[in-house]
């Protein structure tokens, strides 16, 4: 069975400094896709960034990159140039390729402080 | 990026009424959408697949009489909790791919039943 592991429940980090959100799953499908989205105290879900299995170079959106390291079954989010506003939940998702549905992991609390 | 968007984004209903939410996909199309709920600092949990012109498809442990989707448009899908009780308090939330193969969120529906 498909699964996503987010080991981190929370994570300070100083402004201006970069973060590491780390993520790991496991599936035995080929092909497969990773989702990054925040989640601030609003509730809304804010895509952040897509890594696809076959994809050969690690996605970056902005301040946002992926770590994607595929025998290692890991897509970790980096932030850099952390900024207050980053403050919320951050949930590591994948794609089933047979149902479009997406299995979240138990997400990371990211602090941002001054 | 796409968008989603979500009506009501709050309610408070009496126990035993029916609360209807609706989510539309505002400049896409979506043949498929999904419903989410959410417990407090909990992670998203899918509740079903909403398909375009057909039934729904529920997840384990989800009461298919309970939480009624009709999805009778290619940009609109409705969900119905019917005799709403306290324990369905939740924040629900629903999703769409664009084109890009991206899942965009609405921005999720606060219900509270008394």
């Known amino acids: 069975a498909q699964k996503i592991t987010q080991t981190q429940p929370g994570m300070f980090v100083q402004e201006k400094e970069a973060v590491t959100l780390d993520c790991t799953y496991d599936?035995?499908?080929?092909?497969?896709?990773l989702f990054w989205y925040k989640q601030p105290s609003s509730g809304e879900m804010i895509f952040l960034i897509y890594q696809g299995s076959y994809d050969q170079q690690n996605a970056t959106e902005g301040r946002y990159s992926l770590n994607f390291q595929k025998a290692r079954k890991s897509a970790n989010l980096v932030i850099s140039a952390s900024q207050l506003g980053d403050s919320a939940m951050y949930f590591c998702a994948m794609r089933e390729r047979n149902t479009d549905k997406l299995i979240f992991g138990t997400g990371t609390r990211l602090q941002v402080f001054p | 990026g796409a968008v989603v968007s979500q009506h009501p984004s709050r309610v408070i209903c009496k126990s035993g009424t029916s609360v209807k939410i609706e989510c539309r996909s505002l400049d896409f199309q979506a043949t498929t959408m999904f419903w989410y709920r959410q417990f407090p600092k909990q992670s998203l949990m899918l509740m079903a697949t909403s398909n375009e012109g057909s039934k729904a498809t529920y997840e384990q442990g989800v009461e298919k009489d309970k939480f009624l989707i009709n999805h009778a448009s290619l940009t609109l899908s409705t969900l119905t909790v019917t005799s709403a009780h306290p324990e369905d308090s939740s924040f629900y939330i629903c999703?769409?791919?664009?084109?890009?193969?991206?899942?965009?969120f609405g921005p999720g529906t606060r219900l509270l039943v008394l």
């Open positions: 999703s769409a791919y664009s084109i890009q193969e991206t899942q965009y």
């Open positions: 599936t035995s499908d080929p092909s497969y896709g």
